[in-house]
């Protein structure tokens, strides 16, 4: 099945710093993944839509220069936290769909392992 | 945004009863799926339906859709321990690729 590797599983950082977190789709190419934000015991909030190739597509409320998207291929997405705050801790999960094979509609959402972020 | 709601928001069964949660949205849809979250971990895929589908299976789960209503079931039969997660129902829109998660009933299995 498809499978998506997402990377660090967990990362504590300073106040200040920025924090890199990666998303590859492994055995299947994905033009599109979605970066999510879920806080405990709540639903997943969607952030960003990244698109390979293009600027990602920011959900109403999500600072752009706050959370980088970059997506240089059509295997890797990454979403970088820029100047963390302790405000910034939560859980990030990333999906991707196999657009190839599956299409975009109708079809289900690969989901990495998520990385737990906690700024001191 | 979110738009379905998991009813209930927690469900503790025995180990070998069945587990029933429900999903209710608001607009129309073009596919209805359910997800399992295990603590601390990525959401797994369980099972997508159609809007011209009413029911589905797929091993112990069934799901059923009634878009007359806005809502859909998910019923694990036999539950075991390892079925203690949370369970997500997530819509797909028409003309959208993205899909629309609800809060999630979380279920837990007693041995």
């Known amino acids: 099945g498809a499978v998506v590797s997402q990377h660090p599983s967990r990362v504590i950082c300073k106040s200040g710093t920025s924090v890199k977190i990666e998303c590859r789709s492994l055995d299947f190419q994905a033009t599109t993944m979605f970066w999510y934000r879920q806080f405990p015991k709540q639903s997943l909030m969607l952030m960003a839509t990244s698109n390979e190739g293009s600027k990602a597509t920011y959900e109403q409320g999500v600072e752009k220069d706050k959370f980088l998207i970059n997506h240089a291929s059509l295997t890797l997405s990454t979403l970088t936290v820029t100047s963390a705050h302790p405000e910034d801790s939560s859980f990030y999960i990333c999906?991707?769909?196999?657009?190839?094979?599956?299409?975009?509609?109708?079809?289900?959402?690969?989901f990495g392992n998520g990385t737990r972020l906690t700024v001191t | 945004s979110q738009q379905g709601e998991e009813d209930p928001q927690a469900l503790s069964i025995q180990e070998g009863e069945n587990a029933t949660m429900n999903c209710s949205y608001k607009?129309?849809?073009?596919?209805l799926q359910w997800y399992r979250q295990n603590s601390g971990r990525g959401l797994v895929h369980l099972i997508l339906i159609r809007s011209n589908e009413r029911e589905k299976h797929s091993g112990r789960l069934r799901v059923t859709l009634d878009t007359s209503k806005k809502s859909s079931s998910l019923l694990i039969t036999a539950s075991r321990a390892a079925d203690t997660a949370s369970y997500f129902c997530a819509t797909g829109l028409p003309n959208d690729y993205k899909l629309s998660f609800g809060a999630g009933t979380t279920v837990t299995v007693r041995a």
């Open positions: 607009t129309s849809i073009n596919n």
């Open positions: 999906s991707a769909r196999d657009a190839f094979t599956e299409g975009l509609n109708n079809s289900p959402l690969h």
